[in-house]
Nanobody
Framework: QVQLVESGGGLVQAGGSLRLSCATS????????IGWYRQAPGRQREFVAR???????NYADSVKGRFTISRDNTKNTVTLQMNSLKVEDTAVYYC?????????WGQGTQVTVSP
């Protein structure tokens, strides 16, 4: 059974940092493309960052230079380091297994950035 479990969300002041983790199981992690998406109230889910099996990364323009995605193939985890957080980063953050594998999502973790 494919599972992704996010952790690390919370409340932080603008300019602060948070580190999100995504623990996975039930599939061959080392060949999977894993991404982080986020959804703010009243808005559609949007792409944040993605890491391929070979470590290639992609970021949304809004987080480039502030967020860093990484993976640990020995622990089947993906981490999103978020620095210089802004109020507009407030959202529920979801970890997902992306194509070419079947799409699967975690339950999400809330990130709230206060002014």
């Amino acid at each position: 059974q494919v599972q992704l479990v996010e952790s690390g969300g919370g409340l932080v002041q603008a300019g602060g940092s948070l580190r999100l983790s995504c623990a996975t199981s039930g599939f061959t992690f080392s060949i999977a493309v894993i991404g982080w998406y986020r959804q703010a109230p009243g808005r559609q889910r949007e792409f944040v960052a993605r890491i391929s099996s070979d470590g290639t990364t992609n970021y949304a323009d809004s987080v480039k230079g502030r967020f860093t995605i990484s993976r640990d193939n020995t622990k089947n985890t993906v981490t999103l380091q978020m620095n210089s957080l802004k109020v507009e980063d407030t959202a529920v953050y979801y970890c997902g297994r992306l194509p070419p594998g079947g799409i699967a999502w975690g339950q999400g973790t809330q990130v709230t950035v206060s002014p």
